[in-house]
């Protein structure tokens, strides 16, 4: 933990006080989004202390040039950045003359900030004192609506405290902006058109390069003490720039709001030369509809979401603080009705990674995407890799591949790789294995198997053909063997046999040739339209069980484990618990050299394996792998602590998996990695939701059905979910003693509890 200012509260994130070194964290941590947009916290007005301006639209992006020194065949063309968008949201504010900017005030107190998670808000409010001595009280709420996806709302409300005092807003937008992560202040955009029509301000642009088009605009209505002031607007036009300038008269203690509406049109979903009118007929509504309907209809649209999607943790109010502000983000991110978008890992938090979609989307975000709304959504997801397949087909044929082989990229905007790492980009082929595990796990949850004929068969013949050319025969060893390769665990580069790369590559071979059979057994039709496409052929497959019968996997028959990678032993094995605190994170405090030499683990690698495929190993296995290699993790990826405390809770160790899950939930609200200033783990975040549902709860699905272990961890009085398991809706509730099922649907469901058939029958509480 390397921050505690946020208050513990059930339903809300909150600071008080008023800290210029918290300000860039606290941008991440109360960022907004509705799926299609969205922006760190920046302050409205003016503000000239460190700060990090964000904000993005979804499925936008750069592809900026990659530069190395030393160019290898294979490396991608370039590094997908996402991309800083307009600002919308700028008013500047003057009392008496003077800029109203907190880091200049002589005083700023009763300083308070709230994101909102039930209703979806975010409020801001203070008194501040200026240079000029004049005081006056401030309140901000800003929400970006979830029912009207291309706009934003903001109330900006001044009060003169000490004196009466005239009051400017000058809102405005702006087009000329650059990237936190630009590598030499360039410009990613070109404005092309900066006009006004009837109050409303529109800028035009469009990327370099890529050529997305989007209009930023904005409208505003100035009140006093509720009722509008009809004064006329002095528009300043520049060539990226428009402002609006307001002028009124306050009293003291007379309340002035600014009620700004803004947000962008984009040509992903509006023609070229139309996205002007759209913009305005965004505006002639939310201006119809005014603020606090507005508001409403966000409440409500948020209510819905949590109805369904909601983990309630009674007891504990840092852990429940953390789940729901893990799901509030998850569902920022992305709500799943556009299957061209995804999950990226920062979502509209901030920009580092680059690329919008990553093997996260698969291994984490899919399963709570599953149950938590209607199963078209993970469908939407799959379909978006299955889109993509020509495009992995080609990454591999860039790295010599053929026949049809498909490696996925790691990082992505369009299918085609974008990341510039070549340890990543050429070695961390595991990822293809997360595409095959996502489909498996939406076919078992949703019995949705035409999923498989349709689309799904064509993705796992390309990626067992990549296994299969990938893996080589050693003689030596009488084995197949994967080399050069990086797991998981990125603080091993370039190693060979690494044992979960091995094995989800054997797996995919395997589950492929299962599929083909059943495809070829009841989907007669489909099965020889694949054959036909893809030309695969008997010998072929027989050619992919050779090589999964004889896949090698590095054992040590000392430590009796699985061993990472072939030379993981040749390290000197010290736990984390003898490394000082100093020293830590080691990926901040070491040289890279150093990390790749010792024995420290980023994330689950061979954990990671177990979690996937817990049916294929005892219970006594998963103990002897997690006790060898727990204690040398470090944590420092965001996708750890999850699966650890899953597999703490299937082992019985509760206490273990409580500070893992809360490691997990509350990961960026307490900055464990000391980096939350760069914007929120999104991704991660769904594995926050699975390790109360998969490790708390114990949900499994064993043969087509639901099976639930639940367990809760002290201190806790009870905890519940719900899940949308085949169209029908299962709340569960998880107390000390006793967990009770509530069905919302018209057929019976039979479901597992430690082992035990029980029915429950639609509306009909049920307590084991």
Same mark, same amino acid.
């Given at each position: ?581 100093? %020293?830590? $994170?080691?990926?901040? *405090?070491?040289?890279?050299?150093? !990390?790749?030499?010792?024995?420290? @683990?980023?994330?689950?690698? /061979? ?103 639940? %367990?809760? $961890?002290?201190?806790? *009085?009870?905890?519940?979910?719900? !899940?949308?398991?085949?169209?029908? @809706?299962?709340?569960?509730? /998880? ?34």
């Amino acid at each position: 933990m390397n921050q505690d200012y946020i208050k513990p509260n059930d339903w809300s994130i909150i600071e008080e006080g008023f800290e210029a070194g918290r300000v860039e964290s606290s941008e991440s941590l109360f960022s907004l989004g509705n799926g299609a947009m969205g922006q760190r916290a920046n302050f409205e007005e003016q503000y000239s202390g460190a700060t990090f301006q964000g904000s993005y639209i979804a499925g936008v992006y750069y592809p900026d040039k990659t530069k190395v020194g030393w160019w290898k065949n294979g490396y991608p063309e370039y590094f997908a950045k996402v991309l800083n968008a307009p600002n919308w949201i700028g008013i500047n504010v003057l009392v008496n003359g003077e800029s109203l900017d907190l880091f200049t005030c002589k005083e700023v107190r009763d300083f308070r900030r709230e994101l909102n998670m039930k209703e979806g808000w975010y409020e801001r409010s203070f008194v501040a004192t200026l240079p000029n001595n004049i005081e006056v009280r401030v309140k901000v709420i800003r929400f970006l609506s979830i029912t009207r996806n291309e706009l934003g709302a903001i109330n900006f409300e001044v009060e003169p405290l000490n004196s009466d005092a005239t009051i400017v807003f000058e809102p405005y937008i702006d087009s000329g902006i650059t990237n936190e992560d630009a590598n030499w202040e360039e410009k990613f955009w070109e404005t092309l058109e900066v006009k006004t029509v009837d109050h409303k301000a529109f800028i035009t642009s469009k990327t370099l390069k890529t050529e997305f088009h989007a209009t930023v605009f904005m409208q505003s209505q100035l009140f006093r003490n509720g009722s509008e002031i009809n004064t006329e607007a002095k528009e300043v036009l520049f060539e990226e720039k428009i402002s609006f300038r307001y002028t009124t008269e306050a009293k003291k203690g007379e309340k002035v709001n600014l009620h700004k509406f803004g947000g962008y049109v984009t040509d992903m979903n509006h023609k070229r030369e139309e996205l002007t009118a759209a913009a305005g007929k965004v505006l002639d509504n939310a201006v119809d509809s005014g603020f606090e309907k507005l508001l409403q209809e966000q409440k409500l649209a948020w209510a819905k979401i949590w109805e369904m999607a909601d983990i309630s943790i009674e007891g504990d109010v840092k852990a429940q603080q953390g789940i729901r502000f893990n799901i509030f983000q998850l569902n920022q991110t992305y709500l799943g009705e556009d299957a061209r978008l995804n999950i990226g890992p920062k979502g509209f938090t901030g920009e580092k990674y680059g690329g919008s979609t990553y093997w996260d989307t698969e291994a984490y975000c899919i399963p709570f995407y599953m149950a938590t709304k209607d199963q078209h959504v993970a469908r939407n997801l799959l379909t978006y890799r299955y889109n993509h397949l020509d495009k992995a087909i080609e990454n591999a044929e860039k790295l010599g591949f053929s026949n049809g082989a498909a490696l996925y990229p790691m990082v992505t905007m369009n299918g085609e790789e974008s990341h510039n790492e070549w340890e990543i980009t050429f070695e961390e082929i595991h990822r293809n294995g997360a595409m095959v595990v996502a489909i498996k796990r939406y076919v078992d949850y949703t019995g949705d198997y035409d999923y498989i004929p349709e689309k799904g068969l064509e993705v796992m013949i390309a990626i067992a053909r990549f296994w299969q050319q990938r893996a080589n025969y050693s003689r030596q060893k009488d084995k197949y063997v994967i080399l050069g390769v990086t797991g998981p665990n990125e603080y091993e580069n370039n190693i060979n046999n690494n044992w979960y790369t091995n094995y989800v590559a054997k797996w995919c071979m395997e589950y492929c040739i299962e599929n083909l059979e059943k495809v070829k057994s009841d989907y007669s039709s489909d099965y020889e339209r694949i054959m036909s496409k893809t030309k695969l052929s008997a010998e072929e497959i027989a050619g992919w069980q050779e090589v999964a019968d004889k896949m090698y996997f590095p054992y040590s028959e000392e430590y009796q484990v699985f061993l990472q990678q072939d030379n993981f032993l040749d390290k000197e094995i010290v736990p984390v618990s003898e490394l000082s605190k100093a %020293q830590r $994170p080691i990926n901040q *405090k070491w040289s890279w050299d150093r !990390i790749l030499r010792s024995c420290y @683990i980023k994330q689950a690698d /061979v954990l990671q394996g177990f979690y996937f495929f817990e049916d294929h190993f005892s219970k006594e296995d998963l103990e002897k792998h997690f006790d060898f290699y727990e204690p040398l993790t470090v944590h420092e990826s965001s996708l750890s602590p999850c699966v650890h405390s899953i597999q703490a809770a299937a082992l019985g160790r509760m206490e273990q998996a409580y500070q893992f899950y809360l490691r997990t939930s509350r990961l960026d609200l307490d900055d464990y990695n000391n980096e939350v200033k760069e914007g929120c783990h999104i991704t991660s975040m769904a594995g926050t939701w699975m390790s109360v549902v998969e490790g708390f709860g114990g949900m499994r699905i064993r043969n087509g059905k639901l099976s639930f272990d639940p %367990q809760i $961890p002290n201190g806790w *009085k009870s905890f519940s979910f719900k !899940i949308n398991f085949r169209n029908q @809706i299962l709340k569960i509730n /998880v107390a000390p003693e006793k967990t009770s099922f509530i069905l919302e649907g018209d057929q019976n469901l039979e479901i597992l509890v430690k082992g035990n058939s029980i029915v429950v029958e639609p509306n009909n509480l049920i307590t084991v």
